[in-house]
């Protein structure tokens, strides 16, 4: 899966279609390896867990993959979250989506790690609106993340490809990250709504 970058119709058009958008060459060369030298080498990333706030708890049956949220402190970082702010622009503009901020973590899938088929929002219970992923290496095997549909049919699977992004619905597809062969590292992301509740704000993780 690879071409040339989707222009800002083109990405907002597949949307509309599908719910998701697949985007070959969404970071540049030079941005892509400056995040993945700080994913592989100094970010400090610890064991992934499920749920949120007093619900967090690590659980390997489940997920082994191992994180670390973004904090803005780099200069990869700063310009990874100001294109990502390029996009939730776009989508609030052109589809109306109320996007109020974006998080994303650094992940990391070693050998034999993987994540089971899940939902990133549950109707009514997220603020979670749309999902991303960036990819930061090519691996020749494992780590596909497994795409499916409201009827859990699979829609495609998709190979880790450096400077690639996939961006889909959070609440409409579960999606799985099947067991890596090789080293995967990505970019783990969602744009959320304002989902305050008596003027405060939900937290972001």
């Known amino acids: 899966m690879s071409g040339p970058a989707l222009s800002s119709d083109a990405i907002i058009e597949a949307f509309y279609q599908q719910g998701w958008v697949w985007l070959p060459n969404f970071l540049s ?3 892509n390896t400056a995040l993945a030298h700080e994913a592989r080498h100094q970010a400090q990333l ?3 867990g499920i749920g949120r706030q007093g619900d967090h708890q690590v659980n390997q049956q489940i997920r082994r993959d191992a994180t670390q949220w973004f904090d803005g402190s780099t200069n990869a970082q700063q310009q990874y979250l100001a294109q990502m702010a390029q996009l939730q622009q776009l989508f609030n503009r052109r589809c109306f989506l109320g996007l109020f901020d974006f998080e994303c973590h650094f ?3 070693q050998s034999g790690d993987y994540y089971q088929k899940h939902v990133d929002a549950f109707s009514g219970r997220s603020n979670r609106v749309l999902t991303t992923v960036s990819y930061l290496n090519s691996v020749n095997a494992g780590g596909e993340l497994a795409l499916y549909d409201e009827h859990d049919c699979l829609i495609d699977k998709f ?3 450096a400077c690639s992004l996939i961006l889909f619905e959070s609440e409409r597809f579960p999606h799985e990250v099947l067991p890596a ?3 995967r590292y990505s970019i783990a ?3 959320r709504k304002n989902a305050s509740i008596n003027g405060v704000l939900d937290p972001a993780n």
């Open 159 to 161: 190979r880790p490809t």
């Open 29 to 31: 060369t030079e941005l």
């Open 107 to 109: 992940a990391r899938y």
């Open 189 to 191: 992301g969602w744009f």
């Open 46 to 48: 610890a064991p992934a």
């Open 181 to 183: 062969i090789d080293s």
